[in-house]
C-alpha cells in the first residue's frame, strides 16, 4: 500500500507562483509513474501534470503548458509541481496519485489508471 502525502497548497495573487510536494511511504514508489490531477467546486477531476518512474518523460495537460513544471526525487520518494503564472482558474484542490504498475505511459492522463490517491491540497488564487 502506497501512502502519498501532499503539500503547499496556499492562497496566491493571480501571477504568483507556488510549489507543491508529495512525500511517498513506499521505496517501489520509483517503480512508477506520478502525476498531478486537480479537481474544481462543481467540476470533474481533471490530469495536471504526470513524470515517468525514472523522470525522463513528463506530460503536461495544455492549460498548464509553460506554466507548471513536474519533477521528482527519488531518492526523497517525493515528487513535486512547481506553479507559475497562477490564474484564477488554477484554483482547484490537487491531488498526487501514483500510476498502477500495470498501465502505460500513454494512459497518464486517465485518473482510472492511478492505483492510489493522496488526500488533497488547497489551491485558491485570487484576482
Known amino acids: 500500500q502506497v501512502q502519498l502525502v501532499e503539500s503547499g497548497g496556499g492562497l496566491v495573487q493571480a501571477g504568483g507562483s507556488l510549489s507543491l510536494s508529495c512525500a511517498a511511504s513506499?521505496?517501489?514508489?520509483?517503480?512508477?509513474?506520478m502525476a498531478w490531477f486537480r479537481q474544481a467546486p462543481g467540476k470533474e477531476r481533471e490530469f495536471v501534470a504526470a513524470?515517468?518512474?525514472?523522470?525522463?518523460?513528463?506530460n503536461y495537460a495544455d492549460s498548464v503548458k509553460g506554466r507548471f513544471t513536474i519533477s521528482r526525487d527519488n531518492a526523497e520518494n517525493t515528487v513535486y509541481l512547481q506553479m507559475n503564472g497562477l490564474k484564477p482558474e488554477d484554483t482547484a484542490v490537487y491531488y498526487c496519485?501514483?500510476?498502477?504498475?500495470?498501465?502505460?505511459?500513454?494512459?497518464?492522463?486517465?485518473?482510472?489508471?492511478?492505483?492510489?490517491w493522496g488526500q488533497g491540497t488547497q489551491v485558491t488564487v485570487s484576482s
Open positions: 496519485a501514483a500510476l498502477s504498475t500495470r498501465s502505460i505511459w500513454s494512459q497518464v492522463q486517465l485518473p482510472r489508471e492511478y492505483d492510489y
Open positions: 513524470v515517468s518512474s525514472r523522470g525522463y518523460n513528463t
Open positions: 513506499e521505496r517501489t514508489f520509483s517503480n512508477r509513474a
